[in-house]
């Protein structure tokens, strides 16, 4: 029987762009004669939210009738209602513009929200996407707020860090956040500069629209999934992240100042990060990056060992686990986390004395009940306030 590592791997060649003759000949042949009925590989494309991806990247290559009947039937069916619900996302974004143009703000669509003016791959239904995400200067955040709940959104509460919490509006598919930040830091991208450098999206019917920079969006992309999310100091694989990272890479190439973008992350302390996160999609993807552009002569073998270690991870589940849930209980005083909260801090002693704080209040505030709070609330900067 196939491990989930294997599994992995047919997915990501699956949706692998560029494939030539001779590898889909092998595509082929596996897809063909696969022992588990292609449950396997099915099973982990719902789990990575990629579903209608491959559906997408098999119709392309040709490859979906290699699937037996009935799953061919639920991919299609899984991609129709993907489609149908991003559409929707797509006009509530647009209403949502345009009813911050009319107190003259031009928001900025961050992560998979830029997906619904510039599919991945062309293909609008080929992204699941949760929520909405737009950036608003901050000195303008409380107007837009009071505004968007004229228009009918409701917040699903009060307390916020780096962006407000998630708006709600009967009738809409997605819930609204409304970010301060980029992300949440504020140093390794300040706000003004995300906003600045915004370009223009098209978005038609008058409404004024705008994304990150090409090379603050891959930014986004690498920092989110493994700073934000953890993945990185977890050893755990963001498959979906980098996979709209490889999207990122072919529409935008050209356009991304890799030599900008690394000198940004090392400067920061994040060039281990920067070469993990390609060096992944280049092993899953097949994206490869000139190691020259990011000032090294190749993937270093502590790159190459924090691979390994996420693909461990990843066939042995039960280590998956121990890693999210370790995740799990030190969420709230991860470093950016706590200087959000708390302000920069002045090296090691500093920052320990801010996680100590900040873990005194949170008892003080919870008491018993806080690591079941912590459970179930990955997003635990709500709690800190």
């Known amino acids: 029987m196939a491990s989930n590592v294997q599994h992995l791997m047919l997915l990501c060649r699956c949706l692998k762009r560029g494939m030539d003759r001779a590898e889909k000949s092998q595509l082929r042949d596996e897809l063909t004669s696969a022992d588990d009925g292609l449950t396997g590989l099915i099973s982990l494309a719902s789990e990575q939210y990629l579903t209608p991806a491959l559906y997408c990247a098999l119709i392309e290559i040709d490859l979906l009738v290699c699937l037996p009947g009935e799953l061919q039937t639920y991919l299609a069916g899984v991609y129709k209602l993907n489609l149908e619900r991003n559409e929707d996302l797509k006009k509530q974004a647009l ?24 599919p991945a791959f062309d293909d609008l239904g080929s992204r699941m996407m949760v929520d909405i995400d737009m950036m608003v200067p901050k000195a303008k955040l409380e107007h837009c707020i009071e505004v968007l709940k004229t228009d009918g959104y409701v917040p699903e509460g009060i307390e916020w860090t780096y962006h407000f919490p998630a708006m709600e509006r009967p009738g809409d598919r997605a819930t609204l956040e409304l970010h ?24 038609g ?23 934000q999310d953890r993945n990185y100091v977890l050893g755990t694989l963001p498959v ?22 690394s000198e940004r992350m090392r400067a920061h302390g994040l060039h281990k990060v920067l070469a993990a996160h390609l060096y992944q999609a280049d092993k899953l993807f097949g994206v490869s990056i000139d190691p020259v552009v990011l000032g090294s002569p190749g993937p270093a073998l502590g790159t190459r060992l ?38 920069q801090s002045n090296g090691l ?14 008892l003080a505030k919870y008491k018993f009940a806080l690591f079941a709070r912590i459970a179930s609330n990955k997003d635990m900067h709500y709690l800190s306030l």
Do not use: M
Request: net charge positive; glycine share 6%; with cysteine.
């Open 95 to 118: 209403e949502t513009a345009a009813t911050l143009n009319g107190i003259d703000i031009e928001p900025v669509l961050l992560k998979g929200g830029v997906h619904l003016f510039h």
């Open 180 to 203: 301060a930040e980029a992300a949440e830091q504020r140093s390794v991208l300040p706000a003004d500069e995300a906003l600045s450098d915004a370009v223009p999206i098209d978005a």
């Open 205 to 227: 019917s008058g409404v004024r629209l705008k994304s990150l920079s090409p090379t603050h969006q891959v930014w986004h992309n690498i920092f989110h999934a493994q700073v």
């Open 240 to 261: 979906r992240q980098i996979y709209d990272f490889a999207a990122l890479n072919e529409r935008l190439n050209g356009s991304i100042d890799w030599q900008a973008l």
């Open 306 to 343: 924090h691979f390994r270690r996420c693909l461990t991870q990843f066939r042995w589940r039960p280590l998956g686990s121990i890693a999210r849930s370790l995740g799990a209980l030190t969420h709230p005083f991860k470093k950016y986390n706590i200087e959000l909260i708390y302000g």
């Open 349 to 362: 002693f500093s920052l320990l004395i801010k996680r100590l704080r900040h873990a005194a209040h949170l």
